[in-house]
């Protein structure tokens, strides 16, 4: 049995990995510190005694002794990351620190989540690793673009320096269950605005695109690449190909839940990326994945869980 660390375990994704890990017969210990995750998001975990859940920051060091670790802990929606900025890049870079001297003191296995946002906004569609990106250093998005990026640059050299065994995942849009519904990203918003009836806000035209992928699928590439040889380091890109216009999407999600909400189009915010569409053929080569869920069924999914949290009058 492997002991494993998930830091924003209580996270929207960081919560599916946590199930995951503990279905295939692992003790998991969460770590967060609630800022975008919620306790409640692993509240159907508490009872197993193979998992625990830790409040903590990882801009702090932590010692804890682990044979995996997956670090996850960084608020992922422009709104979240905006907010303060400068304590979204402590916690990339300083959390990646942290996390790289434990696995470095512990020689354990360390994932990293990282983004498609590394590509910026890119010139090069779609995108494959070997593109280095076009990101504005000192616009709204940097703290957690460049914060990303910099994390990315620590574990390759954490890897080159110390020998560390580091796995990097840059993860495109992913939606699902989970997602918080005031987070602000364009699934749940979304769907929340469909399901309670409001206009539904298009930022800019709406002709802006990005490819979706529904969390499962996201999570079997994590445990995929986690479990490749260690010769394998990534980066790779995990994400759906499927890409979509924003006014595509919001048409999507108007048919599914059969609202009668508007389009409505707002301004635009700084730096949003025009188009983003992940090129997976080394994921599909190295790790023999591809996603499986269409944008349909995991919109279905999504709406459900939505509309049961809403009738249960959480936020
Ligand atoms: P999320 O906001 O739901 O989860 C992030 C978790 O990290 C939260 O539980 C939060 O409380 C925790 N956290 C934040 N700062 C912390 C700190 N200093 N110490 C400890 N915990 C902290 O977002 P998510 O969508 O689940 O994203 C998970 C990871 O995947 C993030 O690193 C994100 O950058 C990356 N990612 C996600 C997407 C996506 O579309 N969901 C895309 C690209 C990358
Ligand atoms: N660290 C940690 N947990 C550990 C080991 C290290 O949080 O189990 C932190 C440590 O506090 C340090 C960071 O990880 O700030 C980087 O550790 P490393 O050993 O690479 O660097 P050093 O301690 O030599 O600065
Ligand atoms: N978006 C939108 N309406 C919303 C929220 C987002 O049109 O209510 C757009 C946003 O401008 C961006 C896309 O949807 O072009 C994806 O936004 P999100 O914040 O989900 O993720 P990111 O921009 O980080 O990919």
Redesign the pocket.
């Known amino acids: 049995m492997k002991r494993v660390l998930v ?2 375990g ?5 919560s599916h990995l946590c199930e995951r890990l503990l279905e295939a017969g692992n003790e998991v210990l969460c ?7 919620t306790r409640r998001n692993v509240a159907h975990l508490l009872d197993n005694p193979c998992f625990e859940l830790m409040r ?4 702090f060091p932590l010692f804890a002794e682990v044979d995996e670790i997956y670090n ?6 422009p709104i ?1 990351y905006q907010f303060d900025p400068v304590q979204t890049t402590k ?1 990339s870079v300083h ?1 990646a620190i942290n996390m790289l001297g434990l696995a470095k003191r512990r020689k354990a296995k360390i994932f990293q ?5 590394v590509y910026g906004d890119p010139s090069v569609h779609p995108q494959p690793e070997e593109y280095w990106g076009n990101v504005n250093p000192i616009g709204i998005r940097s703290c957690y673009d460049e914060g ?1 990026r910099c994390a990315e640059t620590l574990f390759f050299d954490y890897h080159r320096q110390h020998g560390l065994r580091i796995k990097v995942a840059r ?5 699902g269950p989970r997602m ?1 519904p005031n ?1 602000g990203r364009v699934v749940s918003n979304f769907i929340v605005q469909a399901l309670r009836g409001e206009d539904i806000t298009l930022y800019g035209d709406g002709g802006q695109t990005r490819s979706f992928c529904y969390v499962d699928d996201l999570v079997e590439g994590f445990l995929r690449l986690m479990n490749t040889d260690d010769t394998v380091t990534g980066p790779i890109n995990l994400g759906n190909p499927g890409e979509f216009t924003m006014k595509e999407l919001a048409q999507k999600v108007v048919a599914l839940t059969g609202a009668k909400s508007k389009l409505i189009h707002l301004p635009l915010p700084a730096d949003d990326p025009r188009q983003r569409q992940p090129d997976i053929t080394k994921a599909k080569a190295i790790l023999d994945w591809t996603p499986t869920v269409d944008l349909d069924t995991g919109l279905a999914k999504t709406i459900t869980y939505f509309d049961g949290l809403l009738k249960s009058g959480a936020d």
């Not at 996850?72 to 929606?77: F, G, I, N, W």
């Not at 993860?171 to 939606?175: D, K, L, M, Q, R």
């Open positions: 830091t924003g209580a996270g929207f994704v960081g770590v967060d510190n609630y800022y975008t995750g903590h920051d990882v801009t996850l802990a960084c608020p992922a929606s979240h916690t959390g989540a990282s983004t498609s946002e990303k993860i495109f849009n992913t939606y918080h987070d």
